[in-house]
């Protein structure tokens, strides 16, 4: 017997090719009834090199960062906010009604996936992929293939079409 998907992580890198991905997330929560997590990871920042004794610059430094991190965290959310309402032009219901939670976590993307998708107990993971050419083998040889292999639940990956679709986010 197949699990039921409840609830599905769908992560996103913002671009065209994971905006896409979002209509099968949304379809497939739609069938399934199912809640949607949409996770998008933000890479740490590696740290400076500072002057001699300053540590007290060091500490500056430290809260300048966090207090950046906190602002890219809102910008995120609300572009991932504007991201779902755009998708409900396609999809016909509000697309609140199926996002459960929109995490922007510090860390790398394979390793917040991983975590998140666990944490949350998702049944499923959704993931966009760029689809031509040495990008397709880099991306998928990355973050996709990445999860594809470390994960026991179905992960969807989900192309670019090479046709325009009426779908477009470009924007976001």
Do not use: W
């Not at 998008?40 to 207090?67: C, F, M, Q, T």
């Not at 510090?106 to 992929?129: F, H, M, S, W």
Request: proline share 5%; aromatic share 8%.
């Amino acid at each position: 017997m197949i699990p039921e998907i409840r609830k599905i992580l769908y992560a996103t890198d913002l671009s065209k090719n994971s905006s896409y991905a979002f209509l099968y997330t949304i379809d497939m929560a739609k069938r399934h009834d199912a809640r949607i997590v949409i996770l998008h990871a933000v890479e740490p920042i590696r740290p400076y090199l500072y002057s001699e004794g300053g540590v007290g610059v060091y500490d500056l430094l430290e809260r300048e960062k966090e207090n950046q991190r906190k602002t890219d965290t809102e910008e995120i959310k609300n572009r991932l906010q504007g991201f779902c309402r755009k998708a409900e032009s396609q999809i016909g219901s509000p697309c609140v009604d199926y996002v459960s939670k929109i995490l922007v976590p510090i860390g790398y993307p394979v390793e917040e996936i991983l975590k998140v998708a666990d944490e949350e107990g998702c049944d499923a993971i959704v993931l966009g992929t760029h689809g031509k050419g040495i990008l397709k083998q880099t991306f998928l040889g990355s973050v996709a293939g990445s999860v594809l292999h470390r994960t026991r639940k179905p992960v969807f990956i989900i192309p670019l079409p090479s046709e325009k679709t009426t779908f477009e986010l470009d924007s976001l």
